[in-house]
Structures are given as structure tokens and as C-alpha cells.
């Protein structure tokens, strides 16, 4: 449902915006500009030819609302002209906008002036106007072809308040006083909600027009720039001081003509009221706040400890490849043998003897891949074995590919010695560089402290204490502060700070003190406890590995099981998980973390070994869980006698080249249990300990998992298992 709802509201988005557009040309297309209606709609044609068909379509058919037939055509045929050179792969994107506005000044030229100097410097002028606003209009592009979560920019902002600009010029035949009126508002609105920058551009831009329609006096000049002059010194953040402010700085208008300054005073008190009325944009307070020093300082802190991060990747990365060399692995080459010699052989059960050992007529076959064999085991080869010619054959052949198999592995490990000395170069850089970025903090409460100091809040005190695992209570004192300020700016800086979700438990303002007494929790809805069984084949090693972290506001779980068992297992299911886990530490993502684990085993290893992944990624503020499936076994949601069934029907990571990953997502309750487990839990093994779950859903996930450490043990001798039950908890 949720997601239905996003889809149709990213439709009603891109409608809306594409509505603005065909508004936008349709009325740009009305103001005559040197006397040439619709030629100022000719400036949205460079947006519209990169946006696409139905921009384009947009833009033809407003532009025949101006009449002007020829503009039309010239339209249709710079489209065509553009349409063709990309199609040749001679059309550069910069090139764009200066091919459009040189053929509309070429146009222009031939259609309405002369040769004369007078004429080519219209002319000129027009082709000029005509890039600049082609080139300006074109920094739109994002604004009405991506409509995705992303906020509206503050140039974006500023862009579209310069086209309402143009577009009032429409009004100007009926009263030029009233768009006057409304661009001081648009002025004084800007400088309020985007920044002085903004205002200072469409004041500007307002001054540019204004000279080519023939609009307005050096009073409105003034009235437009000189407040800005006084809000660079000071700059309210109350609307209403700020609104007087601007009619203060307008004091001088009483030294006017008595009609004159009836006139002015009345565009600059309706400017002042429309300023009032429209609300402001919100979106960049917290960003209005932050210090130049205070951005540097919190970047900094940032970068180190992502280069940290990245650092311990790569030191573990770089340690997976300083490996001994590759080994050739023999048995396949005494397959070869059994299949094209001893398959029909009457004593190849007495050779090829799995309880008693292999007869030395095989162990010689073994040494004679890498070693030639002396003159007295060929005798015994040939006294012993019933098809000793096929033998020898068959040896000679498989020496030579034993011999290029062992080329090919030296390469290979000479390919990992390179590439391990050059991974422990970017690692040693890595390590000095962080050394470099000095640490000023000596608690996350210092570092907090010192961000919102930055953001120019006025902290009295601040302390954080720890109520359980990643559950905080925040005591801080607040000077100079509103309650949306709170809510809107000062919490989600301390989110930021301290990587959690904060939510306002009490707010009070203590007599005589002067500042607003404030506290936070990160309460969640729920969390997760867990217990654990495993047991392995090995009795030093085992071949499956779990790992329980914290990432964020989210718990992770993970079951890895290596192929076979012993300490080759263990090492490539402890490596997947350690590397893993640091990966989506550093920010990088679940998906892409697995994606970048499949292509490091790829490489390590050859394909000659695989791992499976068992993920499950828990948000306690939203009582959700996500699963990641790679070659693991089925997962269970177990809620009172209802069973959900999570399948992981994918291959392990490491095996091919594009990883396939099975991804679900779903809704807990409390008291709703989840089972992981590994593949050396059979079926029958399985439903008991669901129905343990089923019978006994009060217990606490540890003690169901010792429950079945018997039959566990049991089932480790044939392979390595692995038990994970969750609980979650209110």
C-alpha cells in the first residue's frame, strides 16, 4: 500500500512539474521582447531538446500560443538540425545552448534588422541575451526531469523565481506599477527564505529586464538593492522584524514628489504585505546555521573516521592475499587415471582402497605428477600394474597438465604478490593520512557539543547518559530557542551526532535560568534478543560462523558457512563476515557490500571455494526486518502457530561473477520469534525445534537454543551446525 502511495505521488510530481513547464514557455512566449513576440519563449528550447520528447511537444505547442509562426518553424527546424547532429555524434551537451541562440540571432538579423551597426548590435545583443538564458535555464534540467526524493535547491529556487520575473512582464501593458509591486515582494521574499546571494541575482536579473522593457525609475532601483546593502549588516530571523527592517531601509522615499511618493510608498506596503502572507521555505534553516569553520571542523571529524574505517578494510583485504602459494590439487589427476585406465580393470578395488589407503601403484602416479619416477618404480609399475603401457599413456598426459596447472598457479599467486604490495601501499597511505587528521575530541559528547556550537546554538550544557546497549537519555540546556526550532532543527542535529533517533520526552523552561531545560530519549519500539548453538565437525575449527553488530539504528545478524569443514572453512566464513562487517560500517551499503564480497572471494580464491550468507538486518524503530539470502538455508518467522517460511534458493558467494541475491522484507510484532540456522540441521531437526518454539513462546531465545544442544552435538559429527533463535522483545 505504502509503496503504491509513492508511486502515484511521484506521478502527481512529475504532472505538477511538467504543468510548470508548458505554463512557463506558454507565458515567456507572450512577452515581447525588441518588439519580436515569443522570442523570449525561445529560451526554454535548449531545456526543453535535453528533457526530452515530451518537453518537447510541451514547448511547441505553448509556443504557438505567441502566433508567431516564423519562431515556430525556426523552432522546428533548429530541433531537426540538433536531432540530426546527435544522431552523427557531432552534438556536445555545452554545445547546445550556443547552437540555439546563434541561429536565433542569425534569424533575427535577417528577419527584423538590417546590416547596419545599429542592427548587428541588436542583433548581437539579442544572441548574447539569448545564451545567457538559455545556459541559466538549462541549470533546470533536474528540477523537471528528476522528481525522485530530492529537495528543491536553492538555485533551483532562485532560477524559477527569475522566469516568474519574465513572465509578469506580461502584465506590464495593463499596470507596470502592479509587477513592480510583486517583484519587490519576489526580491524581499528570496532574501528572507533562500539567501542575500539569491536576492542580490534577481534584483539584478529584475534591473536587466527592466531596461529592455522600458520599466520602471532609479527609485526602484534603490527600493530593490539598497535593503539589501542593510540586511548584509544585520539579518532578522523574524519574519515581521525582517519586513520592517525592509520598510526602514526605504526611509528616504518621504524626500520624493508628493505623486511620486504616494506611488512608492503604496508597491512597497503591498510588496511588504504579500511578503508576509506567502509562507517561507523551510528546508534551509539547519543549513543557514552552520559556521564556515564550524562545516571544516565537522568534515574533518567525518573524514577521519571514514579513512579509519576504510583503513581496517583494507588492512584485512590486503592480509586475505599474503597467502602461501596456490597448491595443485592431485585427486583430480588421479580421476583422469580411474576413468580412462582402472574403470574396467578387475583389481581397481584393491588400488583404489578408501579404508586400507590406496595401493602404492596410485601414491606413485601422485609422486610421478611432480617428480619424474626412478628406474625401479617404472619396474614396479610394470610388474604390478595389469595395464601399465595405459598407465604410463595416461601418466605422460596427465604430467603435462599438472605441469601447466602448476604455471598457471605460480602466475596466479605472482598476480597476488603484485597486487598484495599494492593494496599494502594504498593501506600504508591510508594509515599515515588518518594519523594526520588530528582527533580534538575525547568523548562523542565533546564532538556533539562542539557541532551544534557550530550550527550557532547557544548550549548551556549537554550530557548523555547510557540507559542500555545503544540507548541513551540526553540532558541539555538550550539559550535563545523556539519550540519548532527544536523539533526542526536541534534534534535532527543530534540524530546526526550521535547516530540514533532521538524523540522529545520533555521540554520545560526552568524559572530565572534563562535557557530551555530539554530531554531526549532513542526509545525504540522493540529490540532483539538472541540466542546461539553451534557445535562443528572439527574439534579446533569450525566451518560456520555468525556475527551479531550494530549499524546505525539497526541490529544485523549473519550466518556464513564455509565449504567443507576445519580451519579452511572457518577461514573463508570468519573472513567473509570480519570483511563484511566493515564494509557496511563504512557506509557502503548491504547489497553492494555483497556484491564487493562476491567479486573479493572471486578473486582470492578462484572459484575453487564458496561461502554462503545468511543476513537478517532488524529496525527496532520500525519493527522490521530484512533478510539477505546467498546459497543459505531457510529462515522462520514464528508468531504464536503461524510459520513464515523465508526461502534462500541462490547460490553461495564466491561461485559466479554476478551474485544473486535474495531479498525480503517484513513486519514483527512482540513476541514474534525468528530462527536462522545452518544446512547441518536437517528437516526432521527443524520442525522439532519449531514446535518447541510454538509450545514454550515465553522462553528466552538462549534457552531454546540450549534446549537442542544434544541432538545439535549429534548432527556436527556428519557437518558443522549452527542455531540462531531471536526474540522480539517490547
Given at each position: 500500500m505504502q509503496l503504491t502511495k509513492s508511486i502515484e505521488m511521484k506521478k502527481?510530481?512529475?504532472?505538477?512539474?511538467?504543468?510548470?513547464?508548458?505554463?512557463?514557455?506558454?507565458?515567456?512566449?507572450?512577452?515581447?521582447?525588441?518588439?519580436?513576440?515569443?522570442?523570449?519563449?525561445?529560451?526554454?528550447?535548449?531545456?526543453?531538446?535535453?528533457?526530452?520528447?515530451?518537453?518537447?511537444?510541451?514547448?511547441?505547442?505553448?509556443?504557438?500560443?505567441?502566433?508567431?509562426?516564423?519562431?515556430?518553424?525556426?523552432?522546428?527546424?533548429?530541433?531537426?538540425?540538433?536531432?540530426?547532429?546527435?544522431?552523427?555524434?557531432?552534438?556536445?551537451?555545452?554545445?547546445?545552448?550556443?547552437?540555439?541562440?546563434?541561429?536565433?540571432?542569425?534569424?533575427?538579423?535577417?528577419?527584423?534588422?538590417?546590416?547596419?551597426i545599429a542592427?548587428?548590435?541588436?542583433?548581437?545583443?539579442?544572441?548574447?541575451?539569448?545564451y545567457m538564458l538559455q545556459t541559466i535555464n538549462l541549470e533546470l534540467t533536474n528540477f523537471f526531469v528528476h522528481t525522485h526524493a530530492r529537495k528543491v535547491t536553492k538555485r533551483e529556487y532562485t532560477l524559477l523565481l527569475s522566469l516568474l520575473i519574465v513572465a509578469l512582464m506580461n502584465v506590464v501593458p495593463y499596470n507596470a506599477n502592479l509587477v513592480l509591486t510583486l517583484v519587490y515582494a519576489i526580491i524581499l521574499y528570496s532574501a528572507y527564505s533562500l539567501s542575500l546571494t539569491s536576492a542580490s541575482y534577481l534584483g539584478l536579473f529584475s534591473l536587466f529586464l527592466f531596461i529592455f522593457m522600458q520599466l520602471g525609475s532609479v527609485y526602484d532601483l534603490v527600493t530593490m538593492m539598497f535593503p539589501m546593502i542593510v540586511f548584509n549588516v544585520y539579518k532578522p530571523k523574524n519574519k515581521f522584524i525582517f519586513a520592517f527592517l525592509f520598510i526602514l531601509s526605504n526611509a528616504w522615499?518621504?524626500?520624493?514628489?508628493?505623486?511620486?511618493?504616494?506611488?512608492?510608498?503604496?508597491?512597497?506596503?503591498?510588496?511588504?504585505?504579500?511578503?508576509?502572507?506567502?509562507?517561507?521555505?523551510?528546508?534551509?534553516?539547519?543549513?543557514?546555521?552552520?559556521?564556515?569553520?564550524?562545516?571544516?571542523?565537522?568534515?574533518?571529524?567525518?573524514?577521519?573516521?571514514?579513512?579509519?574505517?576504510?583503513?581496517?578494510?583494507?588492512?584485512?583485504?590486503?592480509?586475505?592475499?599474503?597467502?602461501?602459494?596456490?597448491?595443485?590439487?592431485?585427486?583430480?589427476?588421479?580421476?583422469?587415471?580411474?576413468?580412462?585406465?582402472?574403470?574396467?580393470?578387475?583389481?581397481?578395488?584393491?588400488?583404489?582402497?578408501?579404508?586400507?589407503?590406496n595401493h602404492r601403484l596410485i601414491k606413485l602416479f601422485m609422486k610421478g605428477l611432480d617428480t619424474k619416477l626412478q628406474l625401479h618404480e617404472m619396474k614396479y609399475v610394470q610388474n604390478y600394474c595389469l595395464n601399465a603401457k595405459q598407465y604410463k599413456d595416461q601418466l605422460k598426459v596427465e604430467t603435462t597438465l599438472f605441469e601447466q596447472q602448476e604455471k598457471m598457479n605460480k602466475e596466479y599467486d605472482l598476480l597476488k604478490k603484485n597486487l598484495y604490495e599494492q593494496l599494502m601501499?594504498?593501506?600504508?597511505?591510508?594509515?599515515?593520512?588518518?594519523?594526520?587528521?588530528?582527533?580534538?575530541?575525547?568523548?562523542?559528547?565533546?564532538?556533539?557539543?562542539?557541532?551544534?556550537?557550530?550550527?550557532?546554538?547557544?548550549?548551556?550544557?549537554?550530557?548523555?547518559?547510557?540507559?542500555?546497549?545503544?540507548?541513551?537519555?540526553?540532558?541539555?540546556?538550550?539559550?535563545?530557542?523556539?519550540a519548532n526550532e527544536v523539533i526542526d532543527d536541534l534534534i535532527p542535529l543530534l540524530n546526526l551526532g550521535y547516530n540514533t533517533t532521538f524523540r522529545l520526552k520533555k521540554q520545560t523552561i526552568p524559572k530565572h535560568k534563562g535557557y530551555v531545560h530539554l530531554v531526549l530519549e532513542n526509545k525504540?519500539?522493540?529490540?532483539?534478543?538472541?540466542?546461539?548453538?553451534?557445535?562443528?565437525?572439527?574439534?579446533?575449527?569450525?566451518?560456520?560462523?555468525?556475527?551479531?553488530?550494530?549499524?546505525?539504528n539497526k541490529n544485523i545478524l549473519?550466518?556464513?558457512?564455509?565449504?567443507?569443514?576445519?580451519?579452511?572453512?572457518?577461514?573463508?566464513?570468519?573472513?567473509?563476515?570480519?570483511?563484511?562487517?566493515?564494509?557496511?560500517?563504512?557506509?557502503?551499503?548491504?547489497?553492494?557490500?555483497?556484491?564487493?564480497?562476491?567479486?573479493?572471494?572471486?578473486?582470492?580464491?578462484?572459484?575453487?571455494?564458496?561461502?554462503?550468507?545468511?543476513?537478517?538486518?532488524?529496525?527496532?524503530?520500525?519493527?522490521?526486518?530484512?533478510?539477505?539470502?546467498?546459497?543459505?538455508?531457510?529462515?522462520?518467522?514464528?508468531r504464536d502457530e503461524a510459520i513464515v517460511e523465508i526461502e534462500g534458493r541462490t547460490l553461495p558467494i564466491g561461485i559466479m561473477s554476478e551474485v544473486e541475491t535474495k531479498h525480503e522484507k517484513y513486519e514483527l510484532r512482540i513476541g514474534d520469534y525468528i530462527v536462522m540456522l545452518s544446512d547441518g540441521i536437517d528437516e526432521g531437526e527443524e520442525t522439532r525445534i519449531i514446535d518447541y518454539i510454538i509450545e514454550h513462546n515465553k522462553q528466552n531465545p538462549q534457552m531454546i537454543a540450549s534446549t537442542f544442544s544434544t541432538s545439535l552435538e549429534e548432527a556436527s559429527a556428519i557437518d558443522d551446525v549452527t542455531l540462531l533463535v531471536m526474540r522480539v522483545e517490547g
Amino acid at each position: 500500500m505504502q509503496l503504491t502511495k509513492s508511486i502515484e505521488m511521484k506521478k502527481v510530481k512529475n504532472l505538477i512539474r511538467k504543468g510548470i513547464f508548458f505554463i512557463i514557455v506558454g507565458l515567456l512566449s507572450q512577452v515581447p521582447l525588441f518588439g519580436i513576440k515569443g522570442l523570449l519563449g525561445m529560451t526554454m528550447l535548449s531545456i526543453a531538446y535535453v528533457s526530452g520528447y515530451e518537453f518537447v511537444l510541451m514547448y511547441f505547442v505553448a509556443m504557438g500560443l505567441s502566433f508567431n509562426v516564423p519562431l515556430v518553424i525556426l523552432s522546428v527546424g533548429i530541433y531537426v538540425l540538433l536531432e540530426l547532429t546527435n544522431l552523427l555524434h557531432l552534438l556536445k551537451s555545452f554545445l547546445v545552448p550556443i547552437v540555439v541562440s546563434l541561429l536565433i540571432g542569425i534569424y533575427v538579423n535577417l528577419m527584423y534588422f538590417d546590416f547596419s551597426i545599429a542592427g548587428i548590435s541588436e542583433s548581437l545583443l539579442i544572441l548574447l541575451s539569448q545564451y545567457m538564458l538559455q545556459t541559466i535555464n538549462l541549470e533546470l534540467t533536474n528540477f523537471f526531469v528528476h522528481t525522485h526524493a530530492r529537495k528543491v535547491t536553492k538555485r533551483e529556487y532562485t532560477l524559477l523565481l527569475s522566469l516568474l520575473i519574465v513572465a509578469l512582464m506580461n502584465v506590464v501593458p495593463y499596470n507596470a506599477n502592479l509587477v513592480l509591486t510583486l517583484v519587490y515582494a519576489i526580491i524581499l521574499y528570496s532574501a528572507y527564505s533562500l539567501s542575500l546571494t539569491s536576492a542580490s541575482y534577481l534584483g539584478l536579473f529584475s534591473l536587466f529586464l527592466f531596461i529592455f522593457m522600458q520599466l520602471g525609475s532609479v527609485y526602484d532601483l534603490v527600493t530593490m538593492m539598497f535593503p539589501m546593502i542593510v540586511f548584509n549588516v544585520y539579518k532578522p530571523k523574524n519574519k515581521f522584524i525582517f519586513a520592517f527592517l525592509f520598510i526602514l531601509s526605504n526611509a528616504w522615499i518621504p524626500f520624493l514628489s508628493i505623486e511620486t511618493l504616494r506611488i512608492q510608498a503604496i508597491k512597497i506596503g503591498i510588496a511588504t504585505l504579500i511578503f508576509l502572507i506567502v509562507p517561507a521555505i523551510k528546508n534551509s534553516a539547519l543549513e543557514a546555521r552552520l559556521s564556515t569553520s564550524a562545516q571544516l571542523e565537522n568534515d574533518r571529524g567525518k573524514m577521519k573516521r571514514k579513512v579509519l574505517e576504510f583503513s581496517e578494510l583494507f588492512n584485512k583485504i590486503t592480509s586475505s592475499f599474503q597467502i602461501e602459494t596456490t597448491p595443485t590439487n592431485t585427486k583430480q589427476y588421479v580421476g583422469h587415471l580411474y576413468d580412462e585406465v582402472c574403470k574396467e580393470c578387475t583389481c581397481k578395488d584393491q588400488c583404489f582402497d578408501r579404508y586400507n589407503g590406496n595401493h602404492r601403484l596410485i601414491k606413485l602416479f601422485m609422486k610421478g605428477l611432480d617428480t619424474k619416477l626412478q628406474l625401479h618404480e617404472m619396474k614396479y609399475v610394470q610388474n604390478y600394474c595389469l595395464n601399465a603401457k595405459q598407465y604410463k599413456d595416461q601418466l605422460k598426459v596427465e604430467t603435462t597438465l599438472f605441469e601447466q596447472q602448476e604455471k598457471m598457479n605460480k602466475e596466479y599467486d605472482l598476480l597476488k604478490k603484485n597486487l598484495y604490495e599494492q593494496l599494502m601501499v594504498v593501506s600504508s597511505m591510508l594509515t599515515d593520512f588518518q594519523n594526520n587528521l588530528t582527533n580534538q575530541y575525547t568523548s562523542q559528547d565533546d564532538y556533539v557539543m562542539d557541532l551544534l556550537k557550530g550550527y550557532h546554538f547557544d548550549v548551556e550544557y549537554l550530557h548523555c547518559e547510557t540507559i542500555a546497549n545503544n540507548q541513551y537519555e540526553l540532558d541539555l540546556g538550550v539559550k535563545n530557542i523556539t519550540a519548532n526550532e527544536v523539533i526542526d532543527d536541534l534534534i535532527p542535529l543530534l540524530n546526526l551526532g550521535y547516530n540514533t533517533t532521538f524523540r522529545l520526552k520533555k521540554q520545560t523552561i526552568p524559572k530565572h535560568k534563562g535557557y530551555v531545560h530539554l530531554v531526549l530519549e532513542n526509545k525504540t519500539l522493540s529490540y532483539l534478543t538472541y540466542g546461539v548453538f553451534q557445535s562443528s565437525k572439527d574439534d579446533k575449527f569450525c566451518g560456520d560462523q555468525y556475527a551479531v553488530f550494530d549499524y546505525g539504528n539497526k541490529n544485523i545478524l549473519a550466518i556464513s558457512d564455509g565449504m567443507g569443514h576445519g580451519k579452511v572453512a572457518y577461514d573463508e566464513s570468519s573472513f567473509l563476515l570480519d570483511v563484511l562487517q566493515k564494509l557496511i560500517k563504512t557506509g557502503v551499503g548491504i547489497e553492494k557490500s555483497i556484491t564487493t564480497m562476491n567479486a573479493l572471494l572471486k578473486i582470492k580464491n578462484r572459484s575453487d571455494m564458496f561461502t554462503t550468507l545468511d543476513l537478517a538486518v532488524f529496525n527496532p524503530y520500525k519493527n522490521e526486518i530484512e533478510f539477505y539470502k546467498n546459497g543459505s538455508m531457510h529462515s522462520f518467522i514464528i508468531r504464536d502457530e503461524a510459520i513464515v517460511e523465508i526461502e534462500g534458493r541462490t547460490l553461495p558467494i564466491g561461485i559466479m561473477s554476478e551474485v544473486e541475491t535474495k531479498h525480503e522484507k517484513y513486519e514483527l510484532r512482540i513476541g514474534d520469534y525468528i530462527v536462522m540456522l545452518s544446512d547441518g540441521i536437517d528437516e526432521g531437526e527443524e520442525t522439532r525445534i519449531i514446535d518447541y518454539i510454538i509450545e514454550h513462546n515465553k522462553q528466552n531465545p538462549q534457552m531454546i537454543a540450549s534446549t537442542f544442544s544434544t541432538s545439535l552435538e549429534e548432527a556436527s559429527a556428519i557437518d558443522d551446525v549452527t542455531l540462531l533463535v531471536m526474540r522480539v522483545e517490547g
